[in-house]
């Protein structure tokens, strides 16, 4: 059990530093000098960085103990926290947000992997408890923004408190042993077959998605406040609104997979983030319909992954390497829609983050609609056994 509190809070840190980028992002744009929309770049370097991250740290964790690449991840991760505050020049920025992506991603694919060998076949609800703690993290991220803006003058000065919270998880984690890694097919048989053309809509669909969950996160406290829906320190709280109730959402999906099916899941989990994005539209002046839409947004977008990965899982055995694949397409939809944002939102207007996340989602509802088309055609298969889809993200 201590391997496992050592991981959630591993995930508690991770998610705190991914949510803390938007309410900084005025911060830091004004310490570099340059515009919200050139800041922006910060998301498209911080994902390649994750990118990488994800698929060289698969391969360390495959070859070296678990707990020293972790904790050397969570370490690394801090030096880039303690330096993202210091005034300086964009690219720098750049380069310790490509150096944050890369730590990043080594933690996500290590927590997740190491949980998986240690719990074995019984490891879902502990994976599904792994990425609530993200959202906890997440969750307290644009809190702790607020007090050190209105403490100290400074809302970025909270990257120094999460490096701080970063080192003795590290130190936890390192004094542990390593778990044995597992084989990736633990009946011994040889690989199960995989659908390119579903791994492919799949991973299409995830960086729709991804786009959505990042730009918004991202970009929701320079919207509140540009739109003057809000005051600085509101818009950190509404930040927090948003990734808290992707926490609950996460929470509250676990028994409506039990019982409904994964597919009409997504479908509602989708219209309810039109709906969410159609509040914005309608109501673009009122604060309240800006809460409201924000919360519908985060409850929304919460089981979308996982669902998608149970519904997957119906169709075809989902494998170590269609996994990588699916997270190149969360990455690469993280990568890039938030910098389309970036380059329009003082160009043409803030109001144009809802309209491109809008035409985001009208894509993702087409492929979703492609995707089950394909994907009922199929035989159904099992999935690879010991693992449980419903409880990866």
Do not use: C
């Not at 003795?168 to 084989?183: D, E, F, G, K, Y």
């Amino acid at each position: 059990m201590a391997r496992t509190i050592g991981y959630y809070a591993a995930f508690i840190v991770f998610g705190a530093a991914t949510a803390a980028l938007g309410p900084t992002l005025p911060s830091l744009a004004e310490h570099a000098g340059v515009t919200l929309s050139a800041i922006g770049f910060l998301f498209t370097f911080r994902s390649a960085g994750y990118l990488a991250g994800s698929l060289g740290g698969g391969r360390l964790y495959d070859r070296l103990p678990g707990h020293p690449v972790l904790a050397g991840a969570l370490l690394l991760m801090a030096a880039a926290l303690v330096i993202l505050p210091l005034p300086g020049v964009l690219w720098l920025l750049a380069a310790v947000m490509l150096v944050l992506g890369l730590a990043e991603g080594s933690i996500e694919v290590g927590s997740n992997a190491l949980l998986l060998w240690v719990h074995r076949e019984k490891a879902g609800p502990f994976v599904n408890g792994l990425h609530f703690f993200f959202g906890v993290g997440a969750f307290l991220s644009p809190i702790a923004v607020a007090w050190a803006a209105g403490l100290l003058g400074d809302g970025t000065s909270a990257y120094w408190l999460l490096a701080a919270l970063t080192l003795p998880v590290a130190l936890w984690i390192v004094r542990l042993p390593s778990p044995s890694r597992q084989a990736a097919d633990a009946a011994g048989g040889p690989a199960a077959p995989v659908d390119v053309t579903l791994v492919a809509l799949v991973t299409l669909f995830f960086a729709l998605y991804a786009g959505i969950e990042h730009s918004f996160g991202g970009w929701i406290f320079s919207y509140a406040t540009a739109r003057g829906l809000a005051t600085a320190s509101a818009a950190a709280y509404l930040s927090s609104a948003f990734w808290g109730a992707i926490t609950v959402g996460r929470l509250l999906a676990i028994p409506l997979l039990v019982r409904i099916k994964p597919a009409t899941i997504i479908l509602a989990d989708l219209l309810g983030v039109l709906i969410s994005l159609g509040l914005f539209l309608i109501s673009p002046r009122s604060p309240a319909a800006t809460w409201i839409a924000t919360v519908g947004l985060g409850l929304s977008l919460a089981s979308i992954v996982p669902t998608t990965l149970a519904f997957v899982g119906q169709h075809m055995a989902v494998t170590a390497l269609a996994t990588g694949w699916f997270f190149v397409g969360l990455g690469a939809g993280a990568m890039t829609i938030p910098l389309l944002i970036g380059r329009v939102f003082e160009q043409v207007g803030p109001y144009t983050m809802p309209l491109i996340l809008t035409v985001d989602l009208a894509l993702a509802l087409v492929l979703f609609l492609v995707l089950r088309l394909y994907a009922d055609r199929r035989v159904p298969e099992e999935p690879l056994p010991g693992i449980d889809p419903e409880r990866l993200d």
